[in-house]
């Protein structure tokens, strides 16, 4: 399940100039996507380093270009490893996720470009007839940390508590960058992602 939060969390949440450093992740030819907490942008891409359970994995996520699903224009996102795309798709402010390990044509209003503090969501699906809730709340907004060795600034910080069953439930926290989108995902120190670089 952790695994799958990188693109679903993803995110982060990005026709740039390639940069390697926070400094310049507001250096865009689109100003737009400096005030997004979810770019999205063909050829963008994002590099993490993921230790789960004692495990180290780079994985590197990018948009690999644009597709019309069910008659709607998607941004696809390819992870590391995995089989095959997710889709992505801002309409007024609203991320849309399209992720075909959980329907091919239901999409579910996921992310936000901004956010408030206290800002409070859910979504709901079934997999294998699983019933499943995802539940995000906003819980820190325009502070600054370090990351990777990196000071990332305008920083959103959201959990996600994803509900299988009574018993069955996992937290997670993501967090992201303006104009750049998510730097850290994290549930305990064993089991945490953080950003190492982006080209977009």
Known sequence: MFKFTILAFILSTMMFFSCSDSENSNNLINPEIAETYYPM???????????SDGIFTEVTVSIIGKEILNG???????QSGANSPSYFREESGIIYALIPAISQEQEFPMYRSDYTLGEKWEINYSVNGTEITESFEVM??????????????????????????ETQVSTSYGIYSKGIGLVQSYRNNDNQMYIVDYKF
């Open 41 to 51: 942008e063909e050829n963008m891409m994002w590099m993490y380093d993921d230790y």
């Open 140 to 165: 820190e907004i325009g502070f600054s940390k370090e990351i990777g060795g990196k000071t990332y600034n305008e920083l959103v910080e959201i959990n996600k508590t994803v509900r299988m069953s």
């Open 72 to 78: 709607k224009s998607y941004y696809a996102f390819q």
